[in-house]
């Protein structure tokens, strides 16, 4: 079992920035593929950002590309997501999620077997 908590979700003002961190516990040893994903209220979830578990491949969603960043310290059994140049539109309950299923990043949530509880990020106009 892997157990994730997200933190570092809040507040900002359109154009600000946040730094979401995900901690890992439990069985991190196999540091998994890593993603990010969102879902705003009457919207379904989607991914934001997936990363490899070596950390050098990453893929982003259409809308954040070029303002968002994903990344993994291993050695720390956490991930990132850097969010710049935030938008009203980014407002959303974040998500951070593990997949046990290989090496590569993946893209889809079912391929996601550990999540965690979720940080609520809410970026005002």
């Known amino acids: 079992q892997v157990q994730l908590v997200e933190s570092g979700g809040g507040l900002v003002q359109a154009g600000g920035s946040l730094r979401l961190s995900c901690a890992a516990s439990?069985?991190?040893?196999?540091?998994?593929?890593m993603g990010w994903f969102r879902q705003a209220p009457g919207k379904e979830r989607e991914l934001v950002a997936a990363?490899?578990?070596?950390?050098?491949?990453?893929t982003y969603a259409d809308s954040v590309k070029g303002r968002f960043t994903i990344s993994r310290d291993n050695a720390k059994d956490t991930v990132y997501l850097q969010m710049n140049s935030l938008k009203p539109e980014d407002t959303a309950v974040y998500y951070c999620?593990?997949?046990?299923?290989?090496?590569?990043?993946?893209?889809?949530?079912?391929?996601?077997?550990?999540w965690g509880q979720g940080t609520q990020v809410t970026v005002s106009s």
């Open positions: 990363i490899s578990r070596s950390g050098g491949s990453t």
């Open positions: 999620a593990a997949s046990s299923r290989g090496t590569l990043v993946q893209t889809t949530p079912r391929r996601y077997d550990y």
């Open positions: 439990g069985r991190t040893n196999n540091n998994y593929p």
